[in-house]
């Protein structure tokens, strides 16, 4: 079975400044996605990034950056230039290619944004 | 485009009772995921239904059940409730066009607060 660790269960930076969330999984998978979401004080789950693990490429999507490590199993998430409104709880999810939406969820990292 | 719908979005029921919660996805999405999200487990998955279909199940008990209606709504039901059912319970939906899955983002609803008494 896959699992996803999240280790820190809370981070803080402060505001324009960078941070990094860590997340780790175990798959004996060769073909997957990796996700993070982003979960705001209202609980309304909304999708930062996501990283095909067939590519090397680390994706990109504005201030948002990931470091994905496949051999390591490592897939961590960069926030550049960080704003008040990126404080939320922060979840890695892993998702098996192939048909089927389910998403398995590390604990998450609360991140906090200090101004 | 609308996004997904929960209804209710708070729920408050004793033990014993069952329950019974609606998520409409985005208009075009074929597959619905639920999820249970609890401070003590977080967020777990509990199934997955295309084309009114389950396609995939989480390990919860039998409680727990769900349908697809060819409007491709879909509802959660959870029998006998225990006070551990509290929670908080998403609903995703996806486009999957193809069946496939592939890297189609979910898109998830505002979310469901059950507190059971």
């Known amino acids: 079975a896959q699992t996803v660790t999240q280790s820190q269960p809370e981070m803080s930076v402060q505001e324009a400044e960078t941070v990094t969330l860590s997340c780790t999984y175990d798959?004996?998978?060769?073909?997957?996605?990796l996700f993070w979401y982003k979960q705001p004080p209202s609980r309304q789950m909304i999708l930062v990034i996501r990283q095909e693990a067939y590519k090397q490429q680390n994706a990109t999507e504005n201030r948002f950056s990931v470091n994905f490590q496949k051999a390591a199993k490592s897939f961590s998430l960069k926030i550049s230039d960080s704003q008040l409104g990126d404080a939320a709880m922060y979840f890695c999810?892993?998702?098996?290619?192939?048909?089927?939406?389910?998403?398995?969820f590390g604990q998450g990292t609360e991140l906090s944004v200090k101004p | 485009k609308a996004g997904v719908t929960q209804t209710p979005r708070y729920l408050i029921k004793t033990r014993g009772q069952q329950v019974t919660l609606s998520c409409s996805p985005i208009s075009g999405h074929r597959s619905v995921s639920w999820y249970q999200q609890t401070p003590g487990q977080g967020l777990q998955f509990l199934f997955e239904y295309f084309s009114e279909t389950q396609r995939n199940k989480g390990n919860f008990p039998g409680r727990f059940s769900g349908r697809q209606f060819s409007n491709s709504r879909s509802e959660m039901n959870v029998s006998t409730l225990e006070l551990g059912d509290s929670a908080l319970y998403l609903c995703?939906?996806?486009?999957?066009?193809?069946?496939?899955?592939?890297?189609?983002?979910?898109?998830f609803g505002p979310g469901t607060r059950l507190t059971v008494l």
């Open positions: 995703a939906s996806s486009f999957d066009p193809s069946g496939t899955s592939g890297i189609n983002e979910q898109f």
């Open positions: 999810a892993y998702r098996s290619a192939g048909p089927g939406g389910k998403l398995i």
């Open positions: 798959t004996s998978e060769s073909d997957y996605y």
